[in-house]
């Protein structure tokens, strides 16, 4: 059975359980991955070794107890979008671009918001684990299909301007580490939502320049 399953399947239930992973996510949160201490946590949780170990086998297995299944379903918001944007016609892709690429960051929104204590443990405390990339490896899933459909606009001779590599990177990783900041601060719901309409403004009116959807 999976750390997930194993999760999932005694939380609801489970006191020593539901005392570990309340208190690992407080002191991941203020500590670190690399800060916290397993034997603090397992002291603090007022729970014996033993007892930790019939659930994990590292701290690392604990953390990801805590963050690895919101990580997938972001990255699976992400995908689905893409599939659904592939499965149009060229016209369409170029027509409806801007309303998927809307609808995905909402999406993403939404889910995070709803699980923000999970996602500042990605965002700050996951540096010494398989997360501390999580930016960069969307960020990578966007890069990926860009390219994708630039090379799809030139085969059909769509008028295309090709961002420096370098600048692309950055542009795309920059987007992102704007977007899940939002979710580091203290703001109200309704100011994240009109910062997130205002960076998605912003960096698509660049795209389209580049892309010259403007002339087509």
């Known amino acids: 059975m999976s750390v997930k399953e194993k999760t999932v399947n ?3 239930n489970n006191d020593t359980l539901r005392k570990i992973l309340s208190v690992a996510e407080k002191e991941f949160l203020k500590k670190g991955f690399r800060g916290s201490s397993l034997r603090e946590i397992v002291k603090k949780a007022g729970v014996t070794t033993g007892a930790f170990y019939g659930y994990f086998s590292s701290k690392e297995e604990l953390f990801d107890a805590l963050v690895e299944e919101h990580v997938e379903y972001i990255k699976g918001i992400y995908d689905k979008i893409l ?16 309303n998927y690429s809307s609808l995905g960051m909402k999406t ?13 443990l990605v965002l700050k405390s996951a540096d010494g684990t398989k997360y ?7 960020a990578k899933k966007d890069i990926d299909s860009t390219d994708e ?17 370098l600048i692309e990177e950055m542009v795309i990783t920059g987007s992102f580490s704007s977007f899940f900041s939002l979710f580091l601060r203290d703001i109200p719901k309704e100011d994240a939502e009109r910062g997130l309409n205002q960076l998605f403004k912003f960096y698509r009116g660049g795209w389209n320049s580049l892309m010259h959807f403007a002339d087509s």
Do not use: A, C, T
């Open 10 to 12: 005694s939380f609801s």
């Open 108 to 120: 993403m929104f939404d889910y995070v918001w709803n699980h923000k204590k999970v996602f500042r």
């Open 132 to 138: 501390e990339n999580f930016i960069q490896d969307i």
């Open 83 to 98: 599939k659904d944007f592939k499965n149009n016609p060229l016209e369409e892709q170029i027509k409806n671009m801007e």
């Open 149 to 165: 459909f630039y090379s799809i606009l030139e085969q059909y001779g769509k008028k295309v301007e090709r961002i420096d590599p």
